[in-house]
Each structure stands twice: as structure tokens, then as C-alpha cells.
């Protein structure tokens, strides 16, 4: 009995435990179930899209009853809501809530709230003064003639008004309300708008430039560009990395503004976003750092008044004045900006960036390094993320992270800027997974653009914020662009030539194309603003550095006559006609005793055109002669920034044999795009970085007054667009070439002929010039004429009497010239 009852006493003790550990196991289960992390909410966009087809189906309902009265009566309910709202404008209601629709599902930007409102004031008041027009029918009135009239909208707005001030009183206070909606829609001032309205009607005699009605829609927070149906050129896709099917009809929507991600809390897009952890810094200080980076692209010039494209404006007086050197250049009408196209913007994935920022403050906490993001930027080609570092933490902390922000961050190359010029912040720029395609159109297009008025000013790109960047050339002074093969070097250069061509008269800018590959600045052949021909033979090239040389002493000489510092003062004073007031400082006895008998009326001279010599490959210019082009470049730009002539100077091969020191030190404005290795970079730069670039476009701008480069997207124009743009120059006027720019014919054969050094090729040819056009066969005469010993000299007339050019040898005197002149120009002719 005691072993059974021990035995029972054991079941019941094992019990105890069992149903311990039940319980136990059930309160585990249902602490795992109540720890469970609740379900993700439904994306933004999936909520958006939804949006978006519900009112496409509202819209298509509607449409149905208003218009076809095939709706049932679900379209009868929504027309009596919509005409008994809006009266007759509630048939226009289908077309607004469809377009709603689209801009929801097309993952269109947030409405601008100045566009909103302005766009409600407008709308309300044509609304009442159709409600007016109708006799303004009150509540008491049948439903067909409030649906007749302006609906329950109208009568609320003109039936009071008209009741307190009668119907005209009433009718002058809607057209007040309209036109203030009109203004606040177009972004206008009312000085600018009655300026409009009276070159409408009344018009400015000589007025050569766009009016203020056609940049209504290119206000200062949001430029409306307009669309382009013709597609990118397949240049597009070689240069940039577009791809031209995606860019076919789209439009490129508002690129001046920066778009920002909004982090905690949402701010104005043109300002920093910044999250709840953000430093103490107020919106004032914000602006007043993008202000000093904004400046120092600019090369610390600011907009100096209204639009001027195609004027000169004296620094001194203000004044405009249109330069015209040629009589046949009076009325020459500068080119539309309508015929650049306009690109298109990709837009960013909000929820995609808000991820990229949670791992990488995840990735930095877990290193040990204490830092958050407090702004995230999103350019055109690259996002920014804005860290700022706890107290005590050093920059080294993160920059030695670079790898391990690129892994955490799923990228292949990120570049870090340590700190981000003008903040107190860390920028760490990531390349974006579909890149906005930016235009020269777009650039030009710009208010920035708008507001710059000097005759160097071009397009260059947009900024790491999204806003258009343009660049004063007689700032920089002179401008040094490399990149390797394929990054975009040739299409920069071409934006730049082409804003020049079109916000310039031939008057107001001459060029000097250099183009030893041949292929890249022909398409500018015989435009007028050519000082010649374009340049492909290096050899040539040397000629027309010389020229400008020569151009150069020659306006230094003529500066110092008149005591002036500089082309713009001298300009302003020959245009004003106070030459002939201001004394002569250098002149000679003849000079003196004309002006004392009166035989000279005073100086007559004329306006200098800035001048602008582009050389698109260094790299084959100096190897040809190096020292002579060395020599030129360093002169003209040590010198020739006062008498108005820069220099564009492009490679693909920046080594030290190319890009020498003299080189660098005399151009310090800098254009680096993406280069093969680091020590590329830093022969431009002085720093590594452009080898990080990703191509297409993408760039490092350093001016001359930067401690740092600045990351660019550069803009696109394609050879279509150029070409469109020099036929329009073309038709406007004729070119006028200066005269011995480059050698020709005899001359220039003579000129490449440099002594013992000559190849055998080109002395021959030389000496058979000689022989045959002065009819003596002599080789003393080819001695002195080609500057060889008497053993050459011998040996060519030789080489001429095996070709039967002349005789043979008759002693001492001259051997017998065989060919004629002719026969050399026709041979000449057909070889060629």
C-alpha cells in the first residue's frame, strides 16, 4: 500500500511540473505573438495610384452623363453636383479631374502653391463675370438658368457684389480679382506687366529681344518649358547614356528647383531638408550658405539687372547699347531659344532615398561613429546626403568608411566631400539610379540664364541642387576642360560655343575654332561670327595663336593711346562718341600738325568684339610644335584679359608633357570630367575625384576663386539643334574672314618648312614652289629660301631634275626650268 501510494504521490509531483512548463510554453507563445511586429503600411505610391484610378473613373463617369447623358443615374447625380456647382463650367470638370488623375499616376511633383492659387482666383472670377453676363440669377431661379449661368460658385460671388456696388461696380471688381489671379499665376510684378501691355499695343522700335510675354511662364520659382516632339539624336545616347527612346516627348519640368527629400518634417524645395536632429541652424543661415556656393560658381558675379541677351552693358554707365560694327549687321536678329530642345526630368523615389538614410546612419552607428543625416539633396546625376558629426568625431572617421558606405549603400562608387563648402556638414554623393537628361534649352531657358547679360555668359549644366548653372567667361578668365574618351568634353564645348552664337551678335563676339580631330567645330563653318576658317591642321594652328597674339599687342597699344584699362571702358566711350573729347596720349608729328589744321575730324575708331579662341585637343597641337604653342597659349593668357580674348582649351590626355605648368598656372579655371585614374585627376584638379565620376556629363567645375570643385551635371545639345541654330546665323549674315589669321598657298608650305629639321617630303615640295614660280633653278636661291646647307640644297635640285622640273646641271649657272605654273596647279590640284 505504501508503494502505491508513493507511486501516486510521484504521478502527481510529475504533474505539477508538466503543467508548469504547458503554461510556461503558452505565456512564451503568446509573449512571441504580441512582440510580432505589426504589418507594413501600404506604400505611399500604391496609395497614390489608387487615388489616381478613382478619379479616372469619376472622370470618365462624369464625362459620360455631362456630355452624352450615357451614365444612368449615377451620371445624372454627378451632373446636377457639378452644373449646379460651376454652371455651364462644370462641363470643363471631367477634363480637370482627369488630368488630376494623370499627374498621380505619372508620379508628378506636388502642385506649386503659388500656381493653385492663382489658378483658383482666376477661375473664380471669370466664373462671376460669366454669372453677371447672365443676368446673375439668384437662388430663386430655375435649375436650367443657374445651370445656364455660373452655379452656386457664381452666384455666391456676383450676386452679393452686385446687390452692394450693382452690376457694374460689381463687374470692375471681378476684373480687379481676375487680373490680381493673372499676376499671381504668371509670377508677374505690375511695373512688368504694364510694361507688357504697353509693348504689346504700342511696341518698341529696334526691339531685337523676346518680350515679357513670352517669359510669363519662366518666373523665378518655376520656368514652364516648353515640349519638343522631335527625339534626341543618337549622339545622346553615345555622349550622355540616355536613352533616346525614354526621351522622346517628354518635358523636362521646372529644373531650376532643388529637389530635396523631406526627412521628418516637409520645408519649401528650394531650401535644406532637415529632420528633427538637425543643428541648430535657422533658414536664414541655410540660404545664406547656398548663397556663398551659389557665388562662388558664379565666379562672384551677380545678375546686374533685366534681361539684355544680345546687348553690351557698360559696368560703369548701366546703359545698353546694341554693338554694330557692320552696317549689314544692324538688323541681325539673334536665334530663338525655341530651337533648343528641352530634356527631361526622371524624378526620385522618396521611399527608395528614405531607406538609402536609414542604412547609412544604421551603418555609421554600428561603426561606432556618431553622425546623422540632416539634408538629403537630389541633383540630376547624383543624391547627396548631408551628415553632420557628433561632438568629437573626426572627419578622418568618415572618409576612412568609404568602401563600407558604398557596400552598405548597394553602389558601386560614392564620392565623399569632406566638408561640403560654406556648411558645416559631410557630403557623401551617391549616383542616381535614373539620371535626369538636362538640355542647353533647359539652361538658357532659366531665369538664371535670363538675368546674366554679359556677352561671355554660357550654359553649362545644372548643380548638385538642381539649379541652372551659367558661366562668365571674361571672369574666368580662361577655361581648361579635360575628360577621357566618351565623357562629354566635345558636347560641353559645343554648349558653350552655342550659347555664345546665341545671345551674341557677330559684333558683339568673334571666335577662333581650333579642331584638330576634325569632326567636332565644322559644324560652325562660315558662321559670321568666325574670325576664320575653322582650324583643323595643327600646323595651322600656330599661325592663329600668332594672329591673336599680334591682335592682342595691337588693342594694348590702342588702350594706351586713349589711357583706357580695359575693353569695356573703351567700348563704352567709343559707343557714347567721347573719343574725339579725350586727349591722344601717343602721337606722332604728322598726327599733331593734321589735328591743328583741322584735316582730322578726331579719332574714328571702332568697337572690340570679345574674341574667343577654342582649342578642342591640346594633345595634337603640342605635338607638333610644342614650344611654339606653349608659348602662344601662356602669352595670351597672361595678357589678354583686358583687351577682351579668352581661351577654351580642351583635352582628352592630360599629362604633364600636354597640360604643362606654364599651361596650368596662367588658365586656373578648370573643367575635370571623368578621367581614368586619380593621378589624371589631380594634374587638373590638383586633387583626386574626377575618376570617380560616371560619365555622360558628369563633372567636377572648379573657378578660379574655389578652394574645391563643385560636382555639375553638364547639358546636352545635339548636332540637330547646332545645326539649326547656324543656319539661322547664317541667313542673318554673311561672314567676313580677317585677313592673314592662318598662311596659305606658297606661305604656309614655306612656313612649315623649319630647316634641318623639315622632312624631306615637305622641302621638296617647297623647293618645287620656289623653282617653278620664280623660274630660277638655282641652289644657292633654295639655299637662303629654305634655310638648308649646301649639301641639301643639292640634293633637292637633284630630286627636281628626276622629276623633270628642271634641267640638267650647266655649271655655274642656273639650270633650266622645265614645268610651267599651270602644270604645277594642275599637278597641284590633282594630287589634292
Known amino acids: 500500500m505504501s508503494r502505491v501510494a508513493s507511486s501516486k504521490t510521484k504521478q502527481k509531483t510529475n504533474k505539477k511540473p508538466a503543467s508548469r512548463a504547458g503554461s510556461a510554453s503558452k505565456r512564451s507563445t ?41 451614365a444612368g443615374p449615377v451620371g445624372e447625380l454627378l451632373t446636377n453636383v457639378f452644373r449646379g456647382t460651376f454652371g455651364v463650367f462644370g462641363l470643363a470638370v471631367p477634363l480637370v479631374v482627369a488630368a488630376g488623375a ?22 473664380v472670377s471669370v466664373i462671376g463675370l460669366w454669372h453677371l453676363a447672365a443676368g446673375a440669377p439668384d437662388g430663386d431661379s430655375t435649375r436650367e438658368a443657374m445651370h445656364a449661368a455660373g452655379g452656386v460658385v457664381g452666384m455666391l460671388l456676383s450676386v452679393p457684389l452686385s446687390t452692394v456696388a450693382a452690376v457694374p461696380g460689381a463687374f470692375v471688381i471681378l476684373m480687379g480679382l481676375l487680373t490680381i489671379g493673372l499676376l499671381i499665376l504668371t509670377n508677374t510684378p505690375v511695373p512688368v506687366a504694364a510694361h507688357a501691355v504697353k509693348s504689346f499695343f504700342v511696341g518698341h522700335p529696334g526691339q531685337t529681344t523676346a518680350g515679357p510675354f513670352d517669359r510669363w511662364f519662366g518666373g523665378a520659382d518655376e520656368p514652364v518649358l516648353d515640349d519638343v516632339d522631335e527625339p534626341p539624336a543618337q549622339d545622346f545616347v553615345e555622349d550622355f547614356g540616355a536613352d533616346s527612346s525614354d526621351t522622346a516627348g517628354d518635358t523636362l519640368v521646372d529644373p531650376a528647383r532643388s529637389e530635396t527629400v523631406v526627412l521628418e518634417e516637409a520645408t519649401p524645395p528650394s531650401d535644406d531638408v532637415v529632420g528633427e536632429n538637425a543643428p541648430s541652424t535657422d533658414a536664414g543661415d541655410r540660404a545664406a550658405a547656398d548663397a556663398a556656393e551659389r557665388a562662388e560658381l558664379d565666379g562672384g558675379e551677380e545678375a546686374d539687372g533685366p534681361e539684355m541677351i544680345g546687348s553690351y552693358r557698360s559696368p560703369a554707365s548701366g546703359q545698353a547699347r546694341q554693338l554694330v560694327l557692320n552696317p549689314d549687321h544692324a538688323d541681325y536678329q539673334l536665334p530663338s531659344l525655341d530651337l533648343l530642345r528641352t530634356g527631361k526630368a526622371a ?9 538609402m538614410t536609414q542604412a547609412l546612419e544604421t551603418m555609421l552607428a554600428e561603426f561606432g ?16 546626403f548631408e551628415l553632420e558629426l557628433g561632438t568629437g568625431v573626426k572627419v578622418n572617421a568618415i572618409t576612412k568608411l568609404e568602401k563600407d558606405i558604398s557596400y552598405a549603400l548597394a553602389t558601386p562608387e560614392i564620392r565623399i566631400v569632406a566638408p561640403i563648402p560654406g556648411k558645416v556638414a559631410i557630403g557623401i554623393e551617391v549616383p542616381n539610379v535614373e539620371r535626369d537628361h538636362i538640355t542647353l534649352g533647359d539652361i538658357l531657358r532659366s531665369p538664371e540664364a535670363a538675368a546674366q547679360t554679359h556677352p561671355l555668359t554660357a550654359g553649362i549644366g545644372l548643380d548638385i541642387s538642381g539649379r541652372p548653372l551659367t558661366i562668365n567667361l571674361a571672369k574666368m578668365p580662361h577655361l581648361l576642360i579635360a575628360g577621357a574618351t566618351g565623357s562629354g568634353k566635345s558636347v560641353v564645348m559645343n554648349g558653350i560655343v552655342t550659347s555664345i552664337i546665341m545671345r551674341n551678335t557677330p559684333d ?39 594672329w591673336v597674339v599680334a591682335e592682342m599687342e595691337r588693342r594694348y597699344d590702342l588702350l594706351a593711346k586713349y589711357g583706357f584699362r580695359n575693353i569695356d571702358r573703351f567700348n563704352e566711350a567709343v559707343a557714347s562718341d567721347e573719343l574725339r573729347d579725350i586727349p591722344v596720349l601717343e602721337q606722332d608729328a604728322e598726327e599733331v600738325v593734321a589735328d591743328r589744321l583741322g584735316e582730322d575730324e578726331g579719332p574714328a575708331e571702332e568697337l572690340m568684339p570679345y574674341i574667343l579662341c577654342v582649342i578642342d585637343e591640346l594633345s595634337d597641337l603640342m605635338m607638333v610644335a610644342p614650344r611654339d604653342i606653349e608659348g602662344a597659349i601662356v602669352r595670351i593668357a597672361q595678357m589678354a584679359r583686358a583687351v577682351g580674348i579668352h581661351l577654351i582649351i580642351a583635352t582628352q590626355r592630360p599629362s604633364v608633357n600636354v597640360v604643362t605648368g606654364l599651361i596650368k598656372a596662367n588658365v586656373p579655371s ?32 572648379m ?65 618645287m614652289e620656289l623653282v617653278v614660280r620664280s623660274g630660277l633653278g638655282s641652289t644657292s636661291m633654295l639655299q637662303r629660301k629654305l634655310k638648308v646647307g649646301f649639301a641639301r640644297a643639292g640634293r633637292l635640285m637633284d630630286e627636281l631634275e628626276e622629276m623633270g622640273i628642271v ?19 594642275e599637278q597641284q590640284s590633282t594630287s589634292v
Open 30 to 70: 503568446a509573449t512571441r505573438a504580441s512582440t510580432k511586429p505589426p504589418p507594413e503600411p501600404m506604400p505611399a505610391e500604391r496609395i497614390r495610384e489608387m487615388w489616381g484610378v478613382g478619379l479616372m473613373v469619376v472622370a470618365i463617369l462624369s464625362g459620360l452623363g455631362l456630355w452624352i447623358e450615357a
Open 102 to 123: 494623370v499627374l498621380l499616376l505619372r508620379d508628378a511633383r506636388p502642385g506649386n502653391p503659388r500656381l493653385v492659387a492663382g489658378s483658383a482666383v482666376f477661375l
Open 347 to 355: 524624378g526620385g523615389n522618396t521611399v527608395n532615398m528614405e531607406r
Open 369 to 384: 561613429v556618431d553622425a546623422r543625416v540632416v539634408a538629403v539633396r537630389r541633383g540630376p546625376t547624383v543624391t547627396r
Open 508 to 546: 558683339q563676339v568673334r571666335m577662333i575654332l581650333i579642331d584638330p580631330k576634325r569632326v567636332e567645330m565644322t559644324t560652325y563653318e562660315d558662321i559670321p561670327h568666325l574670325l576664320t576658317r575653322v582650324v583643323t591642321d595643327p600646323k595651322r594652328a600656330k599661325d592663329a595663336l600668332d
Open 670 to 701: 578648370r573643367i575635370a570630367l571623368s578621367m581614368a585614374t586619380g593621378h589624371d585627376s589631380k594634374t587638373i584638379l590638383d586633387q583626386h575625384g574626377a575618376e570617380k565620376l560616371i560619365g555622360m556629363g558628369d563633372m567636377l567645375y
Open 703 to 767: 573657378p578660379a576663386n574655389a578652394s574645391k570643385p563643385h560636382r555639375l551635371q553638364g547639358c546636352y545639345v545635339d548636332e540637330t539643334e547646332i545645326e539649326k541654330v547656324v543656319e539661322h546665323c547664317k541667313a542673318q549674315a554673311e561672314v567676313t574672314y580677317a585677313e592673314n589669321v592662318v598662311k596659305t598657298g606658297q606661305e604656309a608650305v614655306m612656313a612649315d618648312v623649319t630647316g634641318d629639321d623639315a622632312t624631306d617630303e615637305d622641302l621638296t615640295k617647297a623647293a
Open 807 to 825: 634641267g640638267p646641271s650647266e655649271g655655274p649657272k642656273a639650270r633650266t626650268v622645265l614645268m610651267t605654273v599651270e602644270q604645277l596647279e
